[in-house]
Protein backbone atom coordinates (compact mmCIF):
# COMPACT_ATOMS: atom_id res chain seq x y z
CA UNK A 1 0.00 0.00 0.00
CA UNK A 2 1.24 3.61 -0.86
CA UNK A 3 0.99 6.31 1.06
CA UNK A 4 1.04 9.61 -0.75
CA UNK A 5 2.46 11.28 3.48
CA UNK A 6 2.74 14.89 3.78
CA UNK A 7 0.17 17.61 5.33
CA UNK A 8 -3.42 17.21 4.23
CA UNK A 9 -2.47 14.50 1.46
CA UNK A 10 -4.55 11.62 0.87
CA UNK A 11 -3.73 8.17 0.84
CA UNK A 12 -3.92 5.95 -2.21
CA UNK A 13 -4.19 1.78 -1.76
CA UNK A 14 -2.14 0.69 -4.77
CA UNK A 15 -1.62 -3.05 -5.69
CA UNK A 16 1.57 -4.52 -6.14
CA UNK A 17 2.96 -2.27 -3.08
CA UNK A 18 4.98 0.82 -3.20
CA UNK A 19 8.34 -1.23 -2.93
CA UNK A 20 7.49 -2.85 -6.55
CA UNK A 21 6.92 0.06 -7.93
CA UNK A 22 10.13 1.70 -7.89
CA UNK A 23 10.55 2.34 -11.78
CA UNK A 24 8.75 5.47 -12.24
CA UNK A 25 7.27 6.05 -15.13
CA UNK A 26 9.65 8.80 -16.40
CA UNK A 27 7.69 11.62 -16.58
CA UNK A 28 9.79 14.17 -15.78
CA UNK A 29 9.35 17.83 -14.23
CA UNK A 30 6.49 16.37 -12.33
CA UNK A 31 7.85 15.35 -9.15
CA UNK A 32 6.49 16.80 -6.06
CA UNK A 33 3.19 18.77 -7.98
CA UNK A 34 0.17 17.88 -5.78
CA UNK A 35 -3.02 17.10 -7.55
CA UNK A 36 -6.35 17.34 -6.41
CA UNK A 37 -9.40 14.88 -8.26
CA UNK A 38 -12.97 15.73 -7.79
CA UNK A 39 -15.31 12.66 -9.19
CA UNK A 40 -19.15 12.94 -10.30
CA UNK A 41 -21.00 10.08 -11.26
CA UNK A 42 -20.93 6.15 -10.95
CA UNK A 43 -18.88 3.47 -9.76
CA UNK A 44 -17.00 3.38 -13.34
CA UNK A 45 -15.83 7.31 -12.44
CA UNK A 46 -14.46 6.61 -9.53
CA UNK A 47 -12.50 3.50 -10.32
CA UNK A 48 -11.45 6.12 -13.74
CA UNK A 49 -10.50 8.89 -10.67
CA UNK A 50 -8.29 6.22 -9.17
CA UNK A 51 -6.43 5.43 -12.36
CA UNK A 52 -5.88 9.25 -12.83
CA UNK A 53 -4.42 8.97 -9.27
CA UNK A 54 -2.39 6.65 -9.53
CA UNK A 55 -0.69 7.35 -12.69
CA UNK A 56 -0.20 11.36 -11.50
CA UNK A 57 1.11 9.40 -8.07
CA UNK A 58 3.39 7.26 -10.36
CA UNK A 59 4.96 10.25 -11.90
CA UNK A 60 5.74 11.14 -8.65
CA UNK A 61 2.97 13.86 -7.29
CA UNK A 62 1.30 13.49 -4.32
CA UNK A 63 -2.41 13.96 -3.85
CA UNK A 64 -4.13 16.56 -1.93
CA UNK A 65 -8.08 16.89 -0.63
CA UNK A 66 -8.10 20.52 -1.09
CA UNK A 67 -7.95 22.41 -4.32
CA UNK A 68 -6.32 25.39 -2.94
CA UNK A 69 -3.43 23.32 -2.39
CA UNK A 70 -3.24 21.81 -5.62
CA UNK A 71 -1.07 22.55 -8.88
CA UNK A 72 -2.80 20.38 -10.85
CA UNK A 73 -6.50 19.92 -10.45
CA UNK A 74 -8.68 17.43 -11.98
CA UNK A 75 -12.62 17.15 -12.28
CA UNK A 76 -13.93 13.88 -13.40
CA UNK A 77 -17.34 14.95 -14.77
CA UNK A 78 -20.89 12.67 -16.20
CA UNK A 79 -23.39 13.28 -18.12
CA UNK A 80 -25.87 11.22 -17.35
CA UNK A 81 -28.11 13.80 -16.43
CA UNK A 82 -28.20 17.62 -16.87
CA UNK A 83 -27.79 17.96 -12.95
CA UNK A 84 -24.73 15.83 -12.72
CA UNK A 85 -23.38 18.08 -15.61
CA UNK A 86 -24.02 21.29 -14.04
CA UNK A 87 -22.32 20.51 -10.77
CA UNK A 88 -18.92 19.95 -12.80
CA UNK A 89 -19.56 23.71 -14.33
CA UNK A 90 -20.07 25.05 -11.05
CA UNK A 91 -17.15 23.30 -9.50
CA UNK A 92 -14.92 24.40 -12.73
CA UNK A 93 -16.70 28.04 -12.12
CA UNK A 94 -14.83 27.96 -8.84
CA UNK A 95 -11.52 26.43 -10.57
CA UNK A 96 -11.33 29.62 -12.76
CA UNK A 97 -10.68 32.31 -9.17
CA UNK A 98 -7.90 29.56 -8.57
CA UNK A 99 -6.59 30.00 -11.70
CA UNK A 100 -6.82 33.50 -11.60
CA UNK A 101 -4.78 33.42 -8.73
CA UNK A 102 -2.42 30.63 -9.73
CA UNK A 103 -2.16 30.74 -13.77
CA UNK A 104 0.73 27.44 -13.52
CA UNK A 105 -2.10 25.32 -12.07
CA UNK A 106 -3.43 22.52 -14.57
CA UNK A 107 -6.94 21.84 -14.90
CA UNK A 108 -7.93 18.99 -16.76
CA UNK A 109 -11.30 18.05 -17.40
CA UNK A 110 -12.13 13.80 -17.96
CA UNK A 111 -15.17 11.98 -17.97
CA UNK A 112 -18.37 12.06 -19.71
CA UNK A 113 -18.75 15.62 -20.06
CA UNK A 114 -15.46 16.09 -21.99
CA UNK A 115 -16.18 13.28 -24.09
CA UNK A 116 -19.45 14.61 -24.96
CA UNK A 117 -18.47 18.11 -25.88
CA UNK A 118 -14.52 18.07 -26.50
CA UNK A 119 -13.23 21.30 -27.85
CA UNK A 120 -16.05 23.58 -27.06
CA UNK A 121 -15.27 23.00 -23.63
CA UNK A 122 -11.97 24.65 -24.67
CA UNK A 123 -13.49 27.38 -26.39
CA UNK A 124 -16.29 27.57 -23.57
CA UNK A 125 -13.69 27.78 -20.40
CA UNK A 126 -10.93 29.37 -20.73
CA UNK A 127 -9.53 27.67 -17.51
CA UNK A 128 -9.51 24.53 -18.80
CA UNK A 129 -6.04 23.42 -20.11
CA UNK A 130 -6.78 19.48 -20.67
CA UNK A 131 -9.99 17.77 -21.93
CA UNK A 132 -9.72 13.89 -21.73
CA UNK A 133 -12.38 11.11 -22.21
CA UNK A 134 -12.55 8.57 -20.50
CA UNK A 135 -10.79 6.08 -23.33
CA UNK A 136 -7.74 8.03 -22.13
CA UNK A 137 -7.69 8.53 -18.26
CA UNK A 138 -4.31 6.79 -17.92
CA UNK A 139 -2.52 9.03 -20.14
CA UNK A 140 -3.16 11.67 -17.83
CA UNK A 141 0.29 12.10 -16.32
CA UNK A 142 1.71 12.73 -20.21
CA UNK A 143 -1.37 15.39 -20.86
CA UNK A 144 0.02 17.52 -17.87
CA UNK A 145 3.24 17.11 -18.44
CA UNK A 146 2.43 18.59 -22.18
CA UNK A 147 0.64 21.07 -21.27
CA UNK A 148 3.69 22.17 -18.27
CA UNK A 149 6.34 22.17 -20.77
CA UNK A 150 4.37 25.06 -22.32
CA UNK A 151 2.06 22.94 -24.87
CA UNK A 152 -1.12 24.09 -26.44
CA UNK A 153 -4.60 23.85 -24.68
CA UNK A 154 -5.92 20.34 -26.23
CA UNK A 155 -8.73 18.01 -26.04
CA UNK A 156 -7.98 14.17 -26.48
CA UNK A 157 -11.29 12.46 -26.93
CA UNK A 158 -11.12 9.88 -29.32
CA UNK A 159 -12.39 6.56 -28.50
CA UNK A 160 -11.10 3.55 -28.38
CA UNK A 161 -12.89 0.38 -30.47
CA UNK A 162 -10.62 -2.28 -30.79
CA UNK A 163 -8.45 -2.22 -28.18
CA UNK A 164 -9.01 -2.64 -24.34
CA UNK A 165 -4.99 -1.30 -23.27
CA UNK A 166 -7.04 1.95 -21.53
CA UNK A 167 -9.42 -0.72 -19.29
CA UNK A 168 -5.77 -2.22 -17.75
CA UNK A 169 -5.43 -1.60 -14.25
CA UNK A 170 -2.55 -2.48 -11.65
CA UNK A 171 -5.09 -3.17 -9.16
CA UNK A 172 -6.14 -0.50 -7.35
CA UNK A 173 -8.06 -0.96 -3.60
CA UNK A 174 -9.84 1.37 -0.99
CA UNK A 175 -7.57 2.86 0.71
CA UNK A 176 -8.01 0.61 3.48
CA UNK A 177 -7.28 -2.28 1.05
CA UNK A 178 -9.98 -4.64 1.88
CA UNK A 179 -12.51 -3.81 -0.76
CA UNK A 180 -11.62 -3.16 -4.56
CA UNK A 181 -13.41 -2.67 -8.04
CA UNK A 182 -12.71 -4.30 -11.32
CA UNK A 183 -13.36 -3.18 -14.31
CA UNK A 184 -14.54 -6.20 -16.79
CA UNK A 185 -16.04 -4.17 -19.51
CA UNK A 186 -16.90 -0.89 -20.53
CA UNK A 187 -19.39 0.75 -23.00
CA UNK A 188 -22.75 -0.25 -24.01
CA UNK A 189 -24.58 -1.32 -27.10
CA UNK A 190 -27.94 -1.12 -25.68
CA UNK A 191 -28.95 2.63 -27.52
CA UNK A 192 -32.00 3.14 -24.33
CA UNK A 193 -33.88 6.07 -25.92
CA UNK A 194 -32.72 8.15 -22.65
CA UNK A 195 -29.14 7.38 -22.18
CA UNK A 196 -26.08 9.59 -23.06
CA UNK A 197 -23.61 6.52 -22.01
CA UNK A 198 -23.51 4.67 -25.85
CA UNK A 199 -22.36 8.07 -27.56
CA UNK A 200 -19.71 9.03 -24.43
CA UNK A 201 -18.48 5.41 -23.02
CA UNK A 202 -18.62 3.80 -26.41
CA UNK A 203 -19.33 0.38 -27.77
CA UNK A 204 -19.30 -2.79 -25.99
CA UNK A 205 -15.49 -4.14 -25.12
CA UNK A 206 -14.78 -6.81 -22.81
CA UNK A 207 -11.39 -7.28 -21.40
CA UNK A 208 -9.59 -10.35 -21.57
CA UNK A 209 -10.39 -12.50 -18.98
CA UNK A 210 -6.73 -13.86 -18.21
CA UNK A 211 -5.57 -9.98 -17.31
CA UNK A 212 -9.01 -9.76 -14.69
CA UNK A 213 -7.92 -13.06 -13.36
CA UNK A 214 -4.28 -11.73 -12.92
CA UNK A 215 -5.57 -8.51 -11.50
CA UNK A 216 -8.01 -9.91 -9.13
CA UNK A 217 -5.66 -12.40 -8.14
CA UNK A 218 -3.08 -9.67 -7.06
CA UNK A 219 -5.38 -8.17 -5.08
CA UNK A 220 -6.94 -10.80 -2.88
CA UNK A 221 -3.03 -11.62 -2.23
CA UNK A 222 -2.69 -7.90 -0.96
CA UNK A 223 -5.70 -8.15 1.51
CA UNK A 224 -8.79 -7.09 -0.60
CA UNK A 225 -11.38 -9.59 0.58
CA UNK A 226 -14.50 -7.56 -1.51
CA UNK A 227 -14.36 -7.25 -5.42
CA UNK A 228 -17.21 -5.53 -7.38
CA UNK A 229 -16.93 -5.84 -11.13
CA UNK A 230 -17.76 -2.82 -13.02
CA UNK A 231 -19.30 -2.15 -16.54
CA UNK A 232 -21.95 -0.31 -18.01
CA UNK A 233 -23.60 -4.09 -18.90
CA UNK A 234 -21.94 -7.00 -17.34
CA UNK A 235 -23.58 -9.64 -18.37
CA UNK A 236 -22.84 -8.67 -21.76
CA UNK A 237 -19.00 -9.34 -20.55
CA UNK A 238 -17.69 -11.91 -23.86
CA UNK A 239 -13.71 -12.53 -23.31
CA UNK A 240 -12.07 -11.93 -26.07
CA UNK A 241 -8.89 -14.45 -25.35
CA UNK A 242 -11.14 -17.20 -25.05
CA UNK A 243 -13.66 -18.43 -26.79
CA UNK A 244 -17.68 -19.06 -25.29
CA UNK A 245 -16.40 -17.65 -21.69
CA UNK A 246 -19.33 -15.51 -20.87
CA UNK A 247 -20.24 -13.66 -17.47
CA UNK A 248 -21.02 -16.44 -15.67
CA UNK A 249 -18.01 -17.99 -16.72
CA UNK A 250 -16.07 -15.24 -15.00
CA UNK A 251 -18.02 -15.16 -11.58
CA UNK A 252 -17.22 -19.02 -11.42
CA UNK A 253 -13.53 -18.98 -12.21
CA UNK A 254 -13.16 -15.44 -9.67
CA UNK A 255 -14.91 -17.37 -7.22
CA UNK A 256 -12.10 -19.78 -6.95
CA UNK A 257 -9.42 -17.14 -6.16
CA UNK A 258 -8.40 -18.00 -2.52
CA UNK A 259 -8.87 -15.21 0.11
CA UNK A 260 -11.61 -13.93 -1.75
CA UNK A 261 -14.72 -13.60 0.70
CA UNK A 262 -17.12 -11.39 -1.49
CA UNK A 263 -17.82 -11.33 -5.45
CA UNK A 264 -20.65 -8.48 -6.55
CA UNK A 265 -21.19 -7.00 -9.77
CA UNK A 266 -22.97 -3.54 -11.18
CA UNK A 267 -24.94 -3.05 -13.18
CA UNK A 268 -26.74 -6.07 -15.39
CA UNK A 269 -28.96 -5.68 -17.88
CA UNK A 270 -32.65 -7.19 -16.98
CA UNK A 271 -32.89 -8.53 -20.69
CA UNK A 272 -29.57 -10.29 -20.34
CA UNK A 273 -30.03 -12.07 -17.02
CA UNK A 274 -29.81 -15.18 -18.09
CA UNK A 275 -30.51 -18.74 -16.35
CA UNK A 276 -26.93 -19.19 -15.89
CA UNK A 277 -26.28 -16.12 -14.22
CA UNK A 278 -29.01 -16.78 -12.18
CA UNK A 279 -27.68 -20.07 -11.35
CA UNK A 280 -24.71 -18.76 -10.05
CA UNK A 281 -26.43 -17.16 -7.02
CA UNK A 282 -26.43 -19.90 -4.50
CA UNK A 283 -24.43 -21.80 -5.93
CA UNK A 284 -20.98 -20.01 -5.70
CA UNK A 285 -19.97 -19.05 -2.36
CA UNK A 286 -18.36 -15.59 -2.43
CA UNK A 287 -21.11 -13.81 -4.87
CA UNK A 288 -23.34 -12.24 -2.65
CA UNK A 289 -26.84 -12.21 -2.57
CA UNK A 290 -27.70 -8.92 -4.22
CA UNK A 291 -28.20 -8.08 -7.44
CA UNK A 292 -28.60 -4.55 -9.03
CA UNK A 293 -30.87 -4.92 -11.63
CA UNK A 294 -32.64 -1.30 -13.43
CA UNK A 295 -36.31 -1.95 -14.27
CA UNK A 296 -37.05 2.13 -15.33
CA UNK A 297 -40.39 1.93 -15.52
CA UNK A 298 -42.96 -0.86 -14.58
CA UNK A 299 -45.26 0.02 -18.10
CA UNK A 300 -44.73 -1.99 -21.20
CA UNK A 301 -45.93 1.19 -23.40
CA UNK A 302 -42.78 3.40 -21.55
CA UNK A 303 -40.45 0.70 -21.59
CA UNK A 304 -40.81 0.29 -25.65
CA UNK A 305 -40.37 4.14 -26.29
CA UNK A 306 -37.25 3.48 -23.62
CA UNK A 307 -36.26 1.06 -26.23
CA UNK A 308 -35.24 -1.44 -22.75
CA UNK A 309 -36.40 -4.92 -24.81
CA UNK A 310 -37.90 -6.25 -22.13
CA UNK A 311 -42.12 -6.26 -20.73
CA UNK A 312 -42.57 -5.82 -17.09
CA UNK A 313 -44.11 -9.00 -17.00
CA UNK A 314 -40.37 -10.94 -18.59
CA UNK A 315 -38.62 -8.63 -15.78
CA UNK A 316 -40.79 -10.09 -12.95
CA UNK A 317 -40.58 -13.42 -14.55
CA UNK A 318 -36.68 -13.11 -13.61
CA UNK A 319 -36.94 -11.84 -10.15
CA UNK A 320 -39.31 -14.75 -9.38
CA UNK A 321 -36.50 -17.02 -10.77
CA UNK A 322 -34.21 -15.59 -8.75
CA UNK A 323 -35.95 -15.48 -5.50
CA UNK A 324 -36.62 -19.02 -6.23
CA UNK A 325 -33.06 -19.95 -6.34
CA UNK A 326 -31.83 -16.92 -3.03
CA UNK A 327 -34.77 -16.11 -1.29
CA UNK A 328 -33.57 -13.91 0.70
CA UNK A 329 -31.48 -12.52 -2.44
CA UNK A 330 -31.62 -8.28 -2.34
CA UNK A 331 -32.91 -6.71 -5.27
CA UNK A 332 -32.34 -2.82 -6.03
CA UNK A 333 -33.00 -0.63 -8.93
CA UNK A 334 -33.07 2.47 -10.76
CA UNK A 335 -36.55 4.28 -11.76
CA UNK A 336 -37.30 7.20 -14.31
CA UNK A 337 -40.49 8.84 -13.73
CA UNK A 338 -41.46 11.61 -16.14
CA UNK A 339 -40.49 10.12 -19.64
CA UNK A 340 -41.84 11.66 -22.38
CA UNK A 341 -45.34 10.20 -23.09
CA UNK A 342 -45.70 8.77 -19.53
CA UNK A 343 -49.50 9.05 -18.58
CA UNK A 344 -50.38 8.68 -14.82
CA UNK A 345 -51.27 5.36 -15.73
CA UNK A 346 -48.70 4.35 -16.88
CA UNK A 347 -46.86 5.87 -13.48
CA UNK A 348 -49.30 3.55 -11.65
CA UNK A 349 -48.12 0.51 -13.44
CA UNK A 350 -44.34 1.84 -11.75
CA UNK A 351 -46.12 1.89 -7.99
CA UNK A 352 -47.84 -1.30 -8.51
CA UNK A 353 -44.44 -3.16 -9.97
CA UNK A 354 -42.59 -1.61 -6.98
CA UNK A 355 -45.46 -3.20 -4.85
CA UNK A 356 -44.97 -6.20 -6.20
CA UNK A 357 -40.93 -6.89 -6.77
CA UNK A 358 -40.32 -4.72 -2.91
CA UNK A 359 -37.01 -3.68 -3.85
CA UNK A 360 -34.85 -3.55 -0.88
CA UNK A 361 -33.69 0.37 -2.22
CA UNK A 362 -34.59 2.24 -5.41
CA UNK A 363 -32.52 5.11 -7.16
CA UNK A 364 -35.04 6.99 -8.70
CA UNK A 365 -34.78 10.24 -11.12
CA UNK A 366 -36.74 12.45 -13.30
CA UNK A 367 -36.31 12.31 -16.64
CA UNK A 368 -33.22 14.20 -18.42
CA UNK A 369 -33.33 14.94 -22.09
CA UNK A 370 -29.71 14.38 -22.73
CA UNK A 371 -27.74 15.30 -25.82
CA UNK A 372 -27.99 12.58 -28.51
CA UNK A 373 -30.09 10.84 -27.35
CA UNK A 374 -33.68 9.58 -29.25
CA UNK A 375 -35.37 10.72 -26.04
CA UNK A 376 -34.33 14.10 -26.24
CA UNK A 377 -36.54 14.72 -29.85
CA UNK A 378 -39.22 13.66 -28.06
CA UNK A 379 -41.89 15.95 -26.88
CA UNK A 380 -41.47 16.53 -23.35
CA UNK A 381 -45.54 15.79 -22.28
CA UNK A 382 -44.79 16.05 -18.42
CA UNK A 383 -44.05 19.14 -16.48
CA UNK A 384 -41.30 19.50 -13.78
CA UNK A 385 -44.22 19.99 -11.24
CA UNK A 386 -45.76 16.55 -12.23
CA UNK A 387 -41.99 15.20 -12.47
CA UNK A 388 -41.37 16.27 -8.93
CA UNK A 389 -44.75 15.23 -7.78
CA UNK A 390 -44.74 11.73 -9.22
CA UNK A 391 -41.07 11.45 -7.93
CA UNK A 392 -42.02 12.23 -4.52
CA UNK A 393 -45.04 9.65 -4.54
CA UNK A 394 -42.26 6.97 -5.95
CA UNK A 395 -39.57 7.97 -3.30
CA UNK A 396 -42.52 7.78 -0.39
CA UNK A 397 -43.34 4.22 -1.34
CA UNK A 398 -40.15 3.15 -1.34
CA UNK A 399 -39.22 4.56 2.13
CA UNK A 400 -42.17 2.16 3.14
CA UNK A 401 -41.05 -0.60 1.99
CA UNK A 402 -37.69 -0.31 2.33
CA UNK A 403 -38.25 0.47 6.01
CA UNK A 404 -40.60 -2.63 6.53
CA UNK A 405 -38.34 -4.81 5.08
CA UNK A 406 -35.35 -3.55 6.92
CA UNK A 407 -37.67 -4.44 10.33
CA UNK A 408 -38.59 -7.56 8.79
CA UNK A 409 -34.27 -8.50 9.60
CA UNK A 410 -34.51 -7.68 12.94
CA UNK A 411 -33.79 -10.58 15.34
CA UNK A 412 -31.51 -12.39 12.00
CA UNK A 413 -28.29 -12.99 12.71
CA UNK A 414 -25.94 -11.87 9.81
CA UNK A 415 -22.25 -11.87 8.40
CA UNK A 416 -21.09 -8.44 8.19
CA UNK A 417 -17.82 -7.09 7.00
CA UNK A 418 -16.29 -4.76 9.11
CA UNK A 419 -15.59 -1.65 6.84
CA UNK A 420 -14.52 0.97 9.73
CA UNK A 421 -15.77 2.88 12.80
CA UNK A 422 -15.46 5.99 14.94
CA UNK A 423 -11.94 6.70 15.40
CA UNK A 424 -12.35 5.80 19.21
CA UNK A 425 -13.53 2.32 17.35
CA UNK A 426 -16.76 2.17 19.64
CA UNK A 427 -19.11 2.78 16.57
CA UNK A 428 -18.58 0.13 13.66
CA UNK A 429 -20.13 0.13 9.94
CA UNK A 430 -19.88 -2.83 8.32
CA UNK A 431 -22.11 -4.87 5.38
CA UNK A 432 -24.12 -7.68 5.18
CA UNK A 433 -24.04 -9.89 2.58
CA UNK A 434 -27.08 -8.22 0.52
CA UNK A 435 -25.25 -4.85 0.69
CA UNK A 436 -27.36 -3.66 3.96
CA UNK A 437 -25.30 -0.85 6.35
CA UNK A 438 -25.40 -2.17 9.36
CA UNK A 439 -24.29 0.23 12.72
CA UNK A 440 -22.96 -1.70 15.81
CA UNK A 441 -20.78 -0.50 18.90
CA UNK A 442 -17.92 -3.00 19.77
CA UNK A 443 -14.09 -2.99 20.54
CA UNK A 444 -11.13 -1.58 18.90
CA UNK A 445 -9.36 -3.42 15.65
CA UNK A 446 -12.65 -5.12 14.44
CA UNK A 447 -11.74 -3.21 10.54
CA UNK A 448 -11.63 -5.55 7.95
CA UNK A 449 -12.80 -8.72 10.38
CA UNK A 450 -15.90 -10.59 9.41
CA UNK A 451 -18.11 -11.03 12.08
CA UNK A 452 -21.78 -12.38 12.89
CA UNK A 453 -23.98 -9.51 13.58
CA UNK A 454 -27.96 -9.59 15.74
CA UNK A 455 -30.01 -7.35 13.77
CA UNK A 456 -31.66 -5.17 16.20
CA UNK A 457 -33.57 -2.45 14.21
CA UNK A 458 -34.12 -2.53 11.01
CA UNK A 459 -34.12 1.72 10.00
CA UNK A 460 -34.82 2.66 6.32
CA UNK A 461 -31.04 2.70 5.08
CA UNK A 462 -29.48 1.05 7.61
CA UNK A 463 -29.80 -1.59 10.51
CA UNK A 464 -28.72 -1.43 13.95
CA UNK A 465 -27.30 -4.48 15.75
CA UNK A 466 -25.17 -6.27 17.93
CA UNK A 467 -21.72 -8.51 17.67
CA UNK A 468 -23.36 -12.11 18.38
CA UNK A 469 -20.90 -14.39 20.75
CA UNK A 470 -19.75 -16.78 17.66
CA UNK A 471 -17.61 -14.22 15.02
CA UNK A 472 -15.90 -14.99 12.06
CA UNK A 473 -12.40 -15.32 11.46
CA UNK A 474 -11.64 -13.89 8.40
CA UNK A 475 -9.12 -16.24 7.15
CA UNK A 476 -11.97 -18.81 7.35
CA UNK A 477 -12.78 -20.14 3.74
CA UNK A 478 -16.46 -18.48 1.98
CA UNK A 479 -19.21 -19.67 3.77
CA UNK A 480 -22.84 -18.21 4.06
CA UNK A 481 -23.66 -18.16 7.92
CA UNK A 482 -27.50 -17.67 6.92
CA UNK A 483 -27.62 -21.11 6.00
N1 LIG B 1 -32.80 10.97 -17.35
C1 LIG B 1 -33.05 10.46 -16.12
N2 LIG B 1 -32.43 9.39 -15.63
C2 LIG B 1 -31.53 8.78 -16.41
N3 LIG B 1 -30.75 7.70 -16.20
C3 LIG B 1 -29.99 7.52 -17.29
N4 LIG B 1 -30.25 8.44 -18.21
C4 LIG B 1 -31.21 9.24 -17.69
C5 LIG B 1 -31.89 10.38 -18.16
N5 LIG B 1 -31.66 10.86 -19.37
C6 LIG B 1 -30.80 6.91 -14.98
C7 LIG B 1 -31.25 5.47 -15.29
C8 LIG B 1 -29.96 4.70 -15.17
C9 LIG B 1 -29.24 5.47 -14.08
C10 LIG B 1 -27.79 5.24 -14.00
O1 LIG B 1 -29.50 6.82 -14.42
O2 LIG B 1 -32.16 5.09 -14.31
O3 LIG B 1 -30.16 3.35 -14.81
FE1 LIG C 1 -27.64 3.39 -20.75
FE2 LIG C 1 -29.41 1.47 -21.36
FE3 LIG C 1 -26.78 1.03 -21.72
FE4 LIG C 1 -27.77 1.17 -19.23
S1 LIG C 1 -28.28 -0.40 -20.78
S2 LIG C 1 -25.88 2.18 -19.99
S3 LIG C 1 -29.37 2.70 -19.44
S4 LIG C 1 -28.03 2.52 -22.80
Known sequence: MQTAGGPGTIEVAVCPPRKERSTETGVDGMKGLRFYIETFGCQMNEQDSLRAGYQLARAGCLQVDSPAEADILVVNTCSIRRKAEEKAYSLLGRFRNLK???????????????????????????????????????????????????????????QKTDSVDDLECPGISDPKGLKAFVTIMEGCDNFCSYCVVPFVRGRERSRPYHSLLEEARRLTEQGVREVTLLGQNVNAYCAPDRQGFRFPDLLAALSALPGLRRLRFTTSHPKDLSRALIECFGSLGPLCEHIHLPLQSGSDRVLAAMNRGYTRTAYLEKISALRERVPDVAVTSDMIVGFPGEEIEDFEGTLEAMRIVRFDSLYSFKFSPRPSTRAASLEETVSEVEKLRRLHELQDLQKRISLEKNRA?????????????????????????????VNFTGPAGLEGRFLQVAIREGCQNSLRGAIAERSVNPEESPTRLSE
Open 100 to 158: GRRPDIVVAVGGCVAQQEGESLLERLPQVDVVFGPHHVSEIDRFVERRRAGGERFAVVS
Open 409 to 437: LEGKFLEVFVEGGSRDGEQWMGRTRTNKI
